[in-house]
């Protein structure tokens, strides 16, 4: 209070209340209106409400306003709150200054009203203390009633597990009380055979109710024994449980056994209550695969002895082959008759009893460890034939156990059994198909490497034959080999496809290696090995090569047996799976196609170059018809063997192997480049023939200028050109009428029509005619 009655005083003079009304006088304007002193948006009067928030004030405005603005405006109001503070102080400033005087006695009063605040805080605090140690006594009092309970828990686990291991026990001791001893001896002495007594049926029904009996209390000790497991899971590291663990050990080996005993009765007597009694028992503790190993040491091991020789010397000595497909058939027989039993209880529905798997870890099991025993070699890709019929009786098998799956589930349950996976691990079919591999690829690289012959003894056999060479034949046997029940794999399909287009591609490579080389060098020694057939082969040979090469083609097209034979094996895929199969197949017969071209060249080139040895005789009439008057009266004798080559060739024994249409295009093909090559040395021999004439009438006629002759008596006389020209002219007739028998009309050739051109008489060029 004294501190406001003595305010420091203000740096400058306010000013007097005249002079302040003299500032609001002046702040008017011409019509008498006051003028504001703050923009329209800045309203000072909204800090002086209740609710005002600056933060909601300086975002409404800021949307149209610029902070600058804003703060600027504040500013002014600020310094004009400032002026107006002060001048209120100077207006009122000795009633600030008196007003010290007039608190006189505050003190006093201030005192009296103390006392009875400083009470209430004692009040208060005592209060406060008393609750807090009342709260603390009350969460001291929970933490001891939850620490209790938790004993409470625990005791009553322990006494429960102590309950539960004296009721096992309890259990067990009661079962030897049954008289299962006597009555299994009196089973066994009606399965002796021992039916004279009149007692016997009953005493075969009370062994009955025994085992059963037996087996419902066996099922409600493994309950018991399931309930305890689950204790002592929640109660481990404990002493009392520690101490309770031989006495749970001994409970346990007493179940098991007792469980075993029982178990193995009601196999031997087929009871399907006591089995299923015990098998659930086995669920109830977890214990499926002690149920599945003696299912198959009681039931399926004995059984699979009998099939199977388990002594491999025996096996060795000749006792038994290695051929599994008899085993199957008996273990089949015998799974059907002594196994089906317990695969329709553990099958059954609502059962809980889904969970055994005697297929894979029973039957399946013993089979496998009884082939690796008794038959190994069965197993061994090394016999492929062997291993393949194996393989083969071995998924029939599978199939035959999958078919005692209630659902597709429980096939796929089965399938991935570490059983199953053991025993296709039995069987390499990698390995196999490796063998084989070798066995069919290396068949044919040997045919190849061969010399091309054809099979046969004579040509009536080899008309009866679709393929003439063995190479051939032996591709196609190698292609039927890869798809044939005695080799085919289903699971390795798609290697035996790949070998296969391997096959179609080294014939083609054989093929077009040969023809490359003969082609080329021309019978050079230096040709690879594979071109040696085509070098060393006559040319009549190669209608067995076009004949083979077509009928080839012709099986592995699109309507020929090899793609569908192959479709029908895959039928089980999908339909774009055999799309592929079918494109790869005919994608790898184009190259062959491509051949086929190649292969009629051979042919041609062949007869041509017989053909150039007759038509080298034509250079002679040169020497014929020079310096001489003989005039030419018949055709030349060289022109009847310009055909004669390909004559034979077409009236060979062994033309018919070709098609019409080949025939068609060799004589047209050889035809075509004999006349070429007629036409090239007709034209040679003319072009000489009036060179050299040019130059003996230039010579001749300088001399007769020298001597003074006259130059006209050579004109009626017929030059040695023309003469050579016209027996020419007969020659080619003679070889149009040649053509002609063997169905080619000259007219359509190119180059005969040329030749025409070239020797026929200028009256005679525009009609040919012979």
Request: contains cysteine.
């Given at each position: ?7 420091p005083?203000?740096a400058a ?5 005249a ?5 609001a006088?002046?702040a008017?304007?011409?019509f008498?209106?006051t003028i ?9 009067e909204?800090f002086?409400?209740?609710?005002f ?6 975002a ?10 804003l703060a600027a405006?504040?500013?002014s109001?600020l ?5 107006e503070?002060?001048?209120?102080i100077n207006?009122?400033y000795?009633?600030?200054v008196?007003?010290?005087?007039r608190?006189?006695g505050?003190?006093a009063?201030?005192?009296r009203?103390r006392a009875?605040l400083a ?7 005592a ?8 709260l603390a006594?009350?969460r ?5 009633r939850?620490?209790?309970t ?5 005791l ?19 079962l030897p009380t049954?008289?299962?001893?006597s009555?299994d ?7 002796k055979?021992y ?16 085992r059963?009996?037996?087996s419902i ?6 309950s018991e024994?399931?309930r305890?497991k689950?204790y002592i899971?929640?109660a481990?590291?404990?002493p009392?449980i ?8 001994g409970a346990?080996?007493l179940?098991?056994g007792?469980?075993?005993r029982c178990f193995?009765v009601?196999l031997e007597h087929r ?8 098998l659930?028992a086995y ?6 695969s002690?149920?599945?190993e003696?299912?198959?040491t009681t039931?399926v091991?004995?059984?699979i002895?009998k099939?199977v ?7 060795v ?6 051929d ?6 008996q273990?089949?027989?015998?799974v059907e008759?002594?196994?089906?039993f ?7 529905a609502n059962?809980g009893?889904?969970i055994f ?13 009884a082939i ?8 061994s890709p090394g ?7 194996n ?5 029939k ?5 999958e078919g ?6 429980a ?6 059994e570490p059983?199953?996976?053991d025993?296709?691990r ?7 198909f490796s063998l ?8 044919l690289?040997?045919a190849?490497?061969?010399t ?8 009536n056999?080899?008309?009866q034959?679709t393929l ?10 190698s292609?039927?080999s890869?798809w044939?029940d005695d ?7 798609d290697?035996?496809?790949r070998l296969s287009l ?12 040969g023809?490359a080389a003969r082609n ?6 230096s040709?690879?090995a594979?071109?040696e ?14 004949h ?6 012709g099986?592995?097209?699109?309507s ?15 339909i774009?799976v055999?799309t592929l199969?079918?494109q790869?197949?005919?994608?790898a ?6 051949l086929l071209?190649?292969i009629?060249?051979?042919?041609i080139?062949?007869i041509?170059k017989?053909?150039n040895e ?5 250079k002679?009439i040169?020497?014929t018809?020079r ?5 030419p009266?018949r055709?030349?004798p060289?022109v009847?063997?310009i055909l ?10 062994r033309?018919h192997?070709?098609?019409?249409d ?5 004589r ?7 006349t070429?090559?007629y036409?090239?040395?007709v ?11 040019s130059?003996?009438?230039r ?7 020298r ?16 003469k050579i ?9 003679e070889y149009a009428?040649n053509l002609?028998?063997?169905?080619i009309?000259a007219?359509?050739?190119?180059s005969y029509r040329?030749?025409?051109q070239?020797?026929?008489?200028k009256?005679?060029q525009?009609i040919?005619q012979?």
């Amino acid at each position: 209070m004294a501190d406001l009655a003595a305010p420091p005083r203000p740096a400058a003079a306010p000013q007097p209340p005249a002079a302040a009304a003299a500032a609001a006088a002046a702040a008017k304007d011409l019509f008498g209106e006051t003028i504001e002193a703050h923009p329209p948006w800045f309203r000072p009067e909204a800090f002086l409400r209740a609710g005002f928030d600056p933060d909601a004030y300086v975002a409404e405005l800021r949307s149209y306003v610029p902070l600058e603005s804003l703060a600027a405006e504040l500013r002014s109001h600020l310094a004009a709150l400032r002026a107006e503070l002060v001048g209120l102080i100077n207006r009122d400033y000795a009633d600030f200054v008196g007003l010290s005087a007039r608190l006189k006695g505050v003190d006093a009063a201030a005192a009296r009203m103390r006392a009875p605040l400083a009470d209430l805080r004692d009040k208060v605090a005592a209060f406060r203390a008393a609750a807090s140690a009342a709260l603390a006594a009350l969460r001291a009092g929970l933490e001891q009633r939850a620490a209790a309970t938790q004993a409470r828990e625990l005791l009553e686990l322990l006494l429960d597990t102590s309950h539960v291991v004296s009721k096992v026990e309890k259990l067990i001791k009661e079962l030897p009380t049954a008289p299962s001893d006597s009555s299994d001896v009196e089973v066994r002495s009606v399965d002796k055979g021992y039916s004279g007594n009149d007692t016997t049926p009953s005493n075969v029904e009370a062994g009955t109710d025994v085992r059963e009996t037996q087996s419902i209390l066996l099922e409600r000790i493994a309950s018991e024994m399931n309930r305890l497991k689950f204790y002592i899971s929640h109660a481990q590291n404990l002493p009392f449980i520690e101490n309770m663990e031989k006495r749970v050990q001994g409970a346990t080996k007493l179940l098991d056994g007792s469980l075993e005993r029982c178990f193995v009765v009601g196999l031997e007597h087929r009871d399907a209550k006591v089995i299923y009694n015990c098998l659930r028992a086995y669920a109830a503790i977890d214990n499926t695969s002690s149920a599945e190993e003696l299912f198959r040491t009681t039931v399926v091991s004995p059984l699979i002895q009998k099939i199977v020789p388990q002594n491999y010397a025996k096996a060795v000595s000749g006792v038994s082959s290695d051929d599994l497909e008899d085993d199957y058939e008996q273990i089949m027989q015998c799974v059907e008759k002594d196994c089906k039993f317990i695969l329709e209880i553990s099958s059954s529905a609502n059962s809980g009893l889904h969970i055994f798997d005697f297929l894979a870890n029973s039957i399946l099991k013993e089979v496998h460890s009884a082939i690796m025993k008794g038959k190994p070699g069965a197993c061994s890709p090394g016999k492929p034939k062997d291993f393949l019929r194996n393989y083969k009786a071995s998924l029939k098998f599978l199939d035959f156990l999958e078919g005692y799956c209630p659902s597709k589930s429980a096939v796929a349950k089965f399938r991935s059994e570490p059983a199953y996976t053991d025993f296709m691990r039995l069987w390499h079919v990698s390995v196999y198909f490796s063998l084989r591999f070798q066995e069919i690829a290396g068949g044919l690289d040997g045919a190849l490497t061969a010399t091309i012959s054809p099979v046969g003894v004579n040509e009536n056999q080899m008309k009866q034959k679709t393929l003439l060479l063995k190479q051939s034949i032996k591709l196609l046997e190698s292609l039927q080999s890869c798809w044939s029940d005695d080799v085919l794999i289903f699971s390795q399909s798609d290697k035996f496809l790949r070998l296969s287009l391997q096959l179609i591609s080294r014939y083609t490579t054989w093929l077009s290696s040969g023809l490359a080389a003969r082609n080329a060098s021309d019978g050079s020694s230096s040709s690879p090995a594979d071109s040696e057939w085509a070098l060393s082969v006559p040319v009549e040979d190669f209608i067995y090569v076009m004949h083979d090469v077509n009928a080839v083609i012709g099986e592995l097209s699109e309507s020929g047996n090899f793609v569908g034979r192959v479709n029908q094996l895959l039928a089980s895929c999908p339909i774009e799976v055999l799309t592929l199969v079918k494109q790869s197949i005919l994608q790898a017969v184009e190259p062959l196609k491509e051949l086929l071209p190649s292969i009629m060249d051979a042919m041609i080139g062949v007869i041509v170059k017989r053909s150039n040895e007759d038509l080298k005789h034509l250079k002679g009439i040169t020497a014929t018809y020079r310096m001489t008057n003989k005039l030419p009266v018949r055709h030349s004798p060289y022109v009847s063997g310009i055909l004669h080559p390909l004559k034979v060739f077409l009236e060979g024994d062994r033309v018919h192997y070709l098609s019409e249409d080949d025939k068609t295009k060799l004589r047209r093909g050889s035809t075509d480049k004999i006349t070429a090559t007629y036409y090239d040395m007709v034209s040679e021999v003319v072009n000489v023939a009036r060179k050299t004439e040019s130059s003996l009438q230039r010579l001749r006629q300088g001399q007769q200028k020298r001597i003074g002759g006259s130059t006209d008596a050579s004109d009626n006389i017929i030059s040695d050109t023309d003469k050579i020209c016209m027996q020419l002219f007969l020659d080619i007739q003679e070889y149009a009428r040649n053509l002609r028998t063997l169905g080619i009309d000259a007219k359509e050739i190119e180059s005969y029509r040329s030749l025409w051109q070239c020797v026929a008489p200028k009256d005679k060029q525009d009609i040919i005619q012979f």
